[in-house]
T-cell receptor, first 120, second 111 residues
Framework: DTAVSQTPKYLVTQMGNDKSIKCEQNLGHDTMYWYKQDSKKFLKIMFS???????INETVPNRFSPKSPDKAHLNLHINSLELGDSAVYFC???????????????????FGEGSRLTVL | DQQVKQNSPSLSVQEGRISILNCDYT??????FLWYKKYPAEGPTFLISISSIKDKNEDGRFTVFLNKSAKHLSLHIVPSQPGDSAVYFCAAREYGNKLVFGAGTILRVKS
């Protein structure tokens, strides 16, 4: 019973295709995220959703569209894939009661195992 | 414009000795700092955190020190064990629970 699970773990596809990565968490958390780990190994936030509402949307191409059907799921759909989209994509979740220090919100994220996307 | 920097790509330590991983940041608005550990083919897992109002937090073999004036934090692992070999990411929190990560440091603990 994995806490944060994402599928598929590996995805190899051609340029121009459309693909989706799914994520589910069974921790009862309110907030879910997508992070991208690029070739330089930096983990960069792409999106975050709180109770199905978009909270963070970093400078990500419009080809990337997150969808949250409910607070336990956050899927990532990518249109017209490009070579530069090759990366490992991590889903994560957290329980955010409040953003104030000392009120139980330490920013701890629970990550999935990652989905390695290779665009040829 | 990396706001969180881990300048050592790798570190090698003998089993039983202390491992010290360093992290520097530039944004004084960060209010929480965290360390994550990552094994190959797995997602990062939370290790330890520290609030910006503290200068030290300890949890078993792991201690994080924060020097706000220098915008520097470090993770000490003592004694180091072979199972500690992993990539360690430093992260800092800003608005909306957004975490900004460093590039990671590969720690190898030799037995």
């Amino acid at each position: 019973d994995t806490a944060v699970s994402q599928t598929p773990k590996y995805l190899v596809t051609q340029m121009g295709n459309d693909k989706s990565i799914k994520c589910e968490q069974n921790l009862g958390h309110d907030t879910m995220y997508w992070y991208k780990q690029d070739s330089k190994k930096f983990l960069k936030i792409m999106f975050s959703y709180n109770n199905k509402e978009l909270i963070i949307n970093e400078t990500v191409p419009n080809r990337f569209s997150p969808k949250s059907p409910d607070k336990a799921h956050l899927n990532l759909h990518i249109n017209s894939l490009e070579l530069g989209d090759s990366a490992v994509y991590f889903c994560a979740s957290s329980q955010d009661r409040t953003s104030r220090v000392g009120f139980g919100n330490t920013g701890e994220l629970f990550f999935g195992e990652g989905s390695r996307l290779t665009v040829l | 414009d990396q706001q969180v920097k881990q300048n050592s790509p790798s570190l090698s330590v003998q089993e039983g000795r202390i491992s010290i991983l360093n992290c520097d940041y530039t944004n004084s608005m960060f209010d929480y700092f965290l360390w994550y550990k990552k094994y190959p083919a797995e997602g990062p897992t939370f290790l330890i955190s520290i609030s910006s109002i503290k200068d030290k937090n300890e949890d078993g073999r792991f201690t994080v020190f924060l020097n706000k004036s220098a915008k520097h934090l470090s993770l000490h692992i003592v004694p180091s064990q072979p199972g500690d070999s992993a990539v360690y990411f430093c992260a800092a929190r800003e608005y909306g629970n957004k975490l900004v990560f460093g590039a990671g440091t590969i720690l190898r603990v030799k037995s």
